[in-house]
């Protein structure tokens, strides 16, 4: 019965460490309502909607992707009360081809205002060299992917870059006392010329890198900019410590004024905040993938209504979400984001009112107990019907 607490959902709404699967067989708009009613939270929402093209579908045409006047209405309504059900560092990421884009776009800056929005990814789908209808204009290659974050602040959660051993080599030594000074807010200690010391000691946990303030340093990094607004005028080959830069390392940062043989100055970085982080691209393609994407899931898994490939929503669950979290799609389809989760350890809620589309949700889960997915594993896993 609808609107009573089950058992899945309890475990959804009180164990959010614990994983759980839930598949809702029924409207995703009443399947909103239920989630909003239980508390439940998420880090993802997953949209891929039927495009609204009115197109047949796939090799053997059986499939009709719908058009209806009041898409943009409906798909507006749903975003708007799924929005709720986003934890603050939450995001949206939406499937879509050129026909929607836009309008799309306009509704998820209506709910998410324009600042929340992150990016347009096209997703290059098709090969230019297959092309498939005779009688079009145009040979389209992408679908797109939007994707908004709740908070304007919150980041893609990233892997980072090794850091190099051979540049963190830098000691800093102060030999006198520091004059005072309070500068554009933050406390500033100044060491003049021989006051210090600035060892070239090797590698170790403890040792610093050096950054010349040349080029784009000066002009688009906030350290490069903070020297040249207010340290470079105290004076020539003067050590400089600020309080409040590089918070999330040392809670200060070190500079180090220019002089008549090295105009620009420098400043040094600890190893807390090293290691840049390898920031996603929207350069996707999975053109090879697409060919065979029947075969993913295993067998009875095959479905013509826009299947995404698995590297796809890999992909997006690495950005958005770590292992443990709650992602949420509110088009199920075929049951790639369901499978994705499984398989990263996230925890996933999917909504699917097809009862085709239901049944291949079904098969590809079994595929994955039994290990006949395409990739041959065996994931222990219980999935709650709804
Ligand atoms: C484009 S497909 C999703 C494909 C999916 N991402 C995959 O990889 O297989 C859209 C799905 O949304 C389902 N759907 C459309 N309207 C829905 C609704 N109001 N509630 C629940 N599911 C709906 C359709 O039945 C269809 O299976």
Redesign the pocket.
């Known amino acids: 019965m609808r609107g009573v607490l089950d058992e899945s959902e309890v475990v959804i709404r009180e164990q959010p460490k614990g994983l759980a699967y839930s598949l809702h067989a029924?409207?995703?708009?009443a399947?909103v309502a239920r989630l909003g009613a239980c508390g439940t939270q998420v880090q993802l929402i997953?949209l891929?909607?039927?495009?609204n093209t009115g197109r047949l579908r796939g090799a053997r045409k059986s499939f009709r992707d719908t058009a209806t006047a009041d898409w943009r209405e409906?798909r507006l309504s749903?975003t708007r009360s799924a929005y709720s059900l986003l934890r603050d560092s939450g995001f949206v990421a939406v499937?879509i081809n050129q026909s929607e884009l836009f309008n799309f776009k306009s509704l998820l800056d209506e709910v998410f205002t324009p600042e929340c929005f992150i990016g347009l990814f096209p997703v290059k789908i098709r090969h230019e060299k297959r092309q498939l209808m005779i009688n079009a204009t145009l040979h389209d290659l992408f679908e797109y992917l939007l994707i908004y974050r709740k908070n304007k602040k919150t980041r893609f959660f990233t892997t980072h870059k090794q850091i190099d051993p051979e540049k963190f080599i830098y000691e800093i030594r102060t030999l006198h006392r520091p004059e005072m000074k309070t500068i554009n807010g933050k406390t500033v200690e100044i060491y003049g010329p021989n006051q210090y010391e600035i060892l070239k000691t090797g590698y170790s946990a403890q040792a610093l890198r050096r950054y010349v303030i040349a080029g784009k340093l000066a002009t688009a990094n906030w350290s490069g900019e903070w020297y040249e607004n207010h340290i470079r005028r105290l004076g020539d080959d003067l050590l400089v410590k600020v309080e409040g830069l590089e918070n999330d390392g040392l809670g200060y940062r070190w500079f180090q004024s220019g002089n008549t043989s090295r105009h620009s100055g420098v400043y040094f970085q600890s190893q807390l905040t090293a290691g840049r982080p390898i920031l996603p691209t929207n350069d996707l393609d999975y053109t090879e993938v697409v060919p065979t994407i029947y075969k993913e899931g295993g067998p009875g898994c095959d479905?013509k209504?826009?299947?995404?490939p698995e590297a796809l929503?890999r992909f997006i669950l690495d950005i958005c979400t770590k292992p443990g979290d709650i992602v949420l799609?509110?088009?199920?389809?075929?049951?790639?984001?369901l499978a994705v989760a499984i398989k990263t350890h996230r925890s996933a809620i999917i909504?699917?009112?097809?009862p085709s589309?239901v049944a291949?949700i079904k098969a590809r889960a079994e595929n994955l107990r039994l290990g006949a997915d395409a990739d041959g594993q065996k994931h222990d896993f219980a999935l709650h019907l709804l």
């Open positions: 029924y409207d995703n708009q399947v997953y891929d909607p039927p495009y409906r749903l499937s479905f209504d826009s299947k995404k929503m799609d509110l088009f199920g389809g075929s049951g790639t984001t909504a699917e009112n097809d589309a291949i």
